[in-house]
């Protein structure tokens, strides 16, 4: 009897970014696969792509120094509360490194992180 399993696979993700305004950034993003580490074929069987980004983060406060001497020490003698969420949405085009990757594609995501 031939016993069918599943290899062990390989994904990854990549950002470089930087914020060029209060809500704005724009950076660099690759993604990669590998879909079986035990017959991974040559470089150009799997896939890979990279591009440029755009972030949007709406909620995204001031830098944290500027916070600190706007609250001033009265904060010290409260106790932490609930962590804020953090709304954040990019977009971007991804380019195929490879020939198994297709030529382009749009990507759009968003988070919530509380």
């Known amino acids: 009897m031939l016993r069918e399993t599943d290899g062990l696979g390989f994904e990854y993700g990549w950002r470089a970014e930087y914020d060029f305004a209060k809500h704005w950034g724009i950076g660099v993003e690759m993604f ?10 040559s470089f150009n ?3 890979h792509s ?7 983060k709406p ?13 001033g020490d009265k904060d010290n003698d409260k106790a932490s509360g609930p962590s804020e ?9 991804q380019f195929g490194v490879t ?6 594609a749009l990507k759009f995501q968003g988070s919530l992180s509380f």
């Open 32 to 41: 990669g696969e590998i879909e079986d580490l035990s017959h991974a074929g």
């Open 45 to 47: 069987q799997q896939n």
């Open 50 to 56: 990279i591009g440029p980004t755009l972030f949007w």
């Open 59 to 71: 909620g995204k406060k001031e830098e944290e120094g500027e916070e600190e001497e706007a609250k």
């Open 85 to 93: 969420m953090q709304l954040s949405f990019n977009i971007g085009l």
């Open 99 to 104: 020939d198994a990757t297709s030529d382009t």
